[in-house]
C-alpha cells in the first residue's frame, strides 16, 4: 500500500501550491502532518492548518464533509431538503472551507444555506433554528492562535451535536477513503442551481431583534452615564455589537478601534482568549483614556466573553464564575421585581463550576441542574424540557466564560451577554455600586466561594495515555482526606457511580472521564482531561465565611491537588 505522504503527493485532487509544501516538508514535518487522520471527535474537528492527513485543509475539510453529507442522506428526503447552514468566523482559510462544505454537501442534494462574510458561533446557532435546518456548521477554531482551524457540528435544534448523533458522523466519516482521493465537487454549479443559497442581513437582523429581547430596561441604557469599552479581539462579533449598542442608545460606548474588524492574524493580541489578562491590553489602555467603568472583550467567534471592572485606577478581571454568578443573580432578581419569575424555571451549570450558582438559584425557587463539562449538555437540556409546558429555561453557564440568557441561540451567546452584563453594570452604578461591590454583595449574603482552575499541559503522543493512567491511579488508590480535609463524597463519571458513607448511587449524566471529591467542609475537586488540548485539569471550589479565608483555602487545597497529581502524572 502506498504511504499517505506518496499518495497525497501523486494526488490530483491537490493542487501544485500544496504539493510543493509537501515536497519541501522535512522527514519530522511529514511524520507529523501524516502519522493520524486529524480527529474528528465529539466536539467536531480543530487543528493546525496545513498539507497531510493530520492538518486542517481543503482535502481533510471536503472527507468530513462527505462523511456529514453521506450522514444527512441516511437521514432522508425531507432532511435532505430541510437543509444545511454554514457560518465562519474570520480564520485563515475559513471562507474556501465553507464554499468547501457547502459544495460538497449540496452535492449530495442536500439544500445549503451559507454566510458570505464573517459570523459569530451563537448566530450560527440561530440561523439552524430560524432556517429550520437538519443540521449546520460553524466554521472556527474559537480562541486558537492563527495557524489553527476548526470545524463544528450542530443538529436542528441549533445545539453542538449530541453524543449519540455525533458518533453516527464520526462513524460514517471514519469510513470513508483517504481524503486525497476524494473528487472535489463544484461550488459555482450548486451557487448557480440554487441549492446553494447565501444568506445575510434578513437573518442578521433578526438574531439582532432576539438579542435585544434580553434586556430588562431599555431606559436604563439612555439614563446612565456608566462608561463601556468593547472589543472584539479581531474576531467576527464587532459589527453586531456596535449595531446592537447604538441602536439600545447606550451613550457612553467605546469601541477597540485597531481590533474591531476581523483579521485571521488576531495583530494587536498575543492571545485571542478573553480568559488571558493580555487580551485586554488595548481595552485596558482606552478604558483609561475615557475614564471606563467596565470592559468587555469577546472572544474570536462571539460564544465566550469576559469582563474587566475599574477599581480605583487598575482594571481587576472577572473569571467565568464571577461573571455567571452575577448574571444569573440578575437575571432572577430583574424576574422577581417584575413579578415574572416562572414557577417551573430551571438554570444550567457544569459539574466544574461554582456551587454559588446552586445557592443563588435555590434562593429564589429555581432549580439548578448541573450537566457535563461542554454547553452542548445545556442546549441538550433545554431541547429534553421544551415541550413541557411548565419548564422555563432562565440562565446556563460554564467556568469557562460561556453563557446563554435565552435559549432562542443554543450555545454559548457572548453577544446576548453584551448586552446583559451592559444593562446590569448600569443597574448596579444606579446603586452606586461596581460589578465588584455586586459580587462582594453576593458573598455576604450567600457565603464566600472561590474557585481555582489548574491546567497541566502533558503534551506528545504519550500525554493522553499519561493522563489517563493518571486518573486511573486516583480511581484505584482515591484519597481519604484532600489537604486534610475528609473526603464525604465521590462522583466517578467513568462508572457513573456516586459514592459516600451511605453507600453508593447511580449517576444520571453521560459517561465521562471525570473523578469529582466533595469534602466534609463544602470543598470540591474535579479532575477530568481536556477534550480540545493536551491538559489535564484540575478545578478547586470552596466555601467560607469571609473571601480572605475562601481565597487562603483554595490555595492550599489547590497547592495538595498539584502536588499529588504531580507524583500520579509520574512529572
Ligand atoms: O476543557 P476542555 O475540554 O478543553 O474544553 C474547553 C471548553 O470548551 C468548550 O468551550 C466547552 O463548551 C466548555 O465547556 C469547555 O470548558
Not at 483517504?178 to 459555482?188: D, M, R, V
Not at 439614563?223 to 447604538?246: I, K, Q, Y
Not at 471525570?514 to 478545578?539: H, N
Not at 466555601?543 to 500520579?568: F, H, P, Y
Request: aromatic share 8%; proline share 4%; with cysteine.
Amino acid at each position: 500500500m502506498t504511504d499517505p505522504y506518496t499518495s497525497w503527493s501523486t494526488s490530483p485532487f491537490v493542487d501544485e501550491d500544496m504539493k510543493q509544501q509537501l515536497q519541501a516538508m522535512s522527514l519530522e514535518e511529514r511524520q507529523d502532518a501524516f502519522y493520524q487522520n486529524l480527529e474528528f471527535g465529539t466536539g467536531g474537528m480543530r487543528g493546525v492548518l496545513g498539507p497531510g492527513t493530520n492538518r486542517l485543509n481543503l482535502l481533510t475539510v471536503r472527507r468530513a464533509a462527505r462523511g456529514i453529507a453521506q450522514y444527512i442522506e441516511t437521514q432522508g428526503e425531507a432532511a435532505k431538503q430541510r437543509g444545511f447552514v454554514i457560518a465562519f468566523d474570520n480564520r485563515r482559510m475559513s471562507k474556501e472551507f465553507s464554499r468547501e462544505v457547502a459544495s460538497v454537501v449540496a452535492d449530495a442534494g442536500v439544500r445549503v444555506y451559507l454566510y458570505e462574510e464573517p459570523r459569530t458561533t451563537p448566530q450560527l446557532s440561530y440561523s439552524v433554528r430560524a432556517l429550520n435546518t437538519f443540521m449546520g456548521m460553524m466554521i472556527t477554531a474559537s480562541h486558537n492562535p492563527p495557524e489553527y482551524n476548526g470545524l463544528k457540528v450542530y443538529g436542528e435544534d441549533g445545539a453542538q451535536l449530541n453524543l449519540e448523533d455525533a458518533k453516527q458522523v464520526v462513524d460514517v466519516i471514519n469510513q470513508l477513503d483517504g481524503a486525497e482521493t476524494l473528487e472535489p465537487a463544484s461550488f459555482q454549479t450548486y451557487l448557480n442551481s440554487g441549492r446553494i443559497q447565501f444568506i445575510g442581513e434578513k437573518l442578521d437582523q433578526e438574531y439582532q431583534q432576539q438579542v435585544k429581547t434580553v434586556v430588562f430596561d431599555k431606559e436604563l441604557f439612555q439614563t446612565t452615564d456608566l462608561r463601556v469599552v468593547f472589543t472584539p479581539l479581531h474576531g467576527a462579533s464587532g459589527g453586531t455589537v456596535r449595531l446592537l449598542m447604538e441602536d439600545l442608545g447606550i451613550t457612553n460606548r467605546y469601541f477597540v478601534e485597531s481590533q474591531m474588524e476581523p483579521d485571521p492574524e488576531f495583530p494587536t493580541v498575543v492571545s485571542a482568549n478573553p480568559e488571558d489578562h493580555s487580551a485586554f491590553e488595548k481595552a485596558m489602555e482606552l478604558g483609561a483614556a475615557k475614564q471606563a467603568e467596565l470592559l468587555i472583550a469577546v472572544d474570536p467567534d462571539g460564544d465566550r466573553v469576559g469582563l474587566a471592572v475599574r477599581d480605583g485606577q487598575e482594571y481587576k478581571l472577572l473569571n467565568g464564575n464571577e461573571t455567571g454568578a452575577l448574571a444569573l443573580h440578575f437575571v432572577l432578581s430583574q424576574h422577581q421585581q417584575r413579578g415574572t419569575l416562572p414557577s417551573g424555571g430551571v438554570a444550567y451549570k457544569t459539574i466544574v463550576t461554582s456551587e454559588l450558582g446552586r445557592v443563588i438559584a435555590e434562593s429564589f425557587g429555581v432549580e439548578m441542574e448541573d450537566v457535563l463539562t461542554g454547553f452542548k449538555f445545556i442546549g441538550e437540556k433545554i431541547r429534553e424540557n421544551e415541550a413541557n409546558p411548565d419548564y422555563t429555561f432562565l440562565f446556563g453557564y460554564e467556568e469557562s466564560y460561556g453563557y446563554l440568557a435565552k435559549p432562542f441561540a443554543r450555545d454559548k451567546d457572548a453577544v446576548q451577554l453584551v448586552v446583559l452584563l451592559v444593562e446590569m453594570a448600569a443597574h448596579y452604578k444606579q446603586k452606586g455600586m461596581t460589578l465588584l461591590d455586586a459580587l462582594d454583595a453576593l458573598y455576604t449574603k450567600y457565603g464566600a466561594f472561590k474557585e481555582k482552575l489548574i491546567s497541566v499541559t502533558v503534551k506528545g503522543a504519550g500525554g493522553a495515555k499519561q493522563i489517563k493512567h493518571a486518573l486511573e491511579d486516583v480511581r484505584k488508590n482515591p484519597p481519604e482526606a484532600i489537604a486534610g480535609i475528609s473526603v464525604e463524597v465521590i462522583e466517578d463519571y467513568l462508572s457513573q457511580v456516586r459514592k459516600s458513607q451511605q453507600g453508593s448511587e447511580k449517576l444520571h449524566l453521560p459517561e465521562a472521564d471525570v473523578i469529582k471529591f466533595m469534602l466534609t467542609d463544602g470543598t470540591w475537586v474535579c479532575l477530568r482531561p481536556s477534550g480540545t488540548e493536551p491538559k489535564v485539569k484540575y478545578y478547586i471550589g470552596v466555601r467560607k465565611d469571609s473571601k480572605e479565608q475562601a481565597l487562603k483555602n483554595v490555595e492550599i487545597v489547590s497547592g495538595w491537588v498539584e502536588s499529588w497529581m504531580k507524583t500520579k502524572l509520574e512529572l
